[in-house]
């Protein structure tokens, strides 16, 4: 397997951020490591096994030491971990396509079969980019909370409103 990278998700970034979101922040990132590289979000290619248009939620094309390379990157963002068919299905892709490299980008979870099944992934190599989902803290939770009350009728003012770590 390729490289494995965890990164840490801004808070709120878990609620805010829909599939396609999370494929755009992608591409963006992608397109700010090359300025020499094309990349190409929601790109479509024929698949040289299957014969059909396949579709890529991050293109990246360009030459490194004169030779074409292409890597494709392949967002998953799911309630549950990202499961062993799901990178099955991934590396057929990339045998399709005929790419040079692949990278996958989770954000949440990735089951250890899964996970077993990357690192085997000889060619081609295949990165693994891993947002972890952001655990809420007190202190924004404080800060929502008394927003919300402070935006509702005086009527819901009565609500009771305890630290957990204070006690009652």
């Avoid at 490289?3 to 700010?32: N, Q």
């Avoid at 077993?116 to 007190?138: F, G, K, M, N, T």
Wanted: aromatic share 8%; hydrophobic share 40%; proline share 4%.
């Amino acid at each position: 397997m390729g490289s494995v990278m965890y990164l840490r998700s801004a808070p709120g970034a878990d609620g805010h951020t829909d599939w396609r979101g999370f494929e755009e922040v992608v591409t963006r990132r992608v397109a700010d490591l090359d300025s020499a590289a094309t990349v190409t979000h929601n790109a479509r290619l024929k698949g040289r096994l299957s014969g059909i248009e396949r579709q890529i939620d991050v293109l990246v094309t360009g030459k490194l030491a004169g030779t074409q390379i292409k890597i494709v990157f392949e967002c998953k963002r799911y309630e549950r971990s990202v499961g062993l068919a799901t990178v099955e299905e991934f590396i057929g892709k990339l045998h399709d396509l005929e790419a040079d490299r692949g990278a996958l980008c989770v954000f949440g979870g990735i089951t250890a079969p899964a996970l077993s099944r990357l690192a085997h992934a000889a060619h081609p190599q295949i990165d693994l980019y891993l947002w972890e989902r952001p655990r809420p803290r007190w202190e924004d939770l404080e800060e929502d909370f008394e927003e919300a009350i402070l935006s509702r009728a005086p009527a819901t003012r009565r609500l009771l409103y305890v630290n957990p770590k204070a006690g009652l």
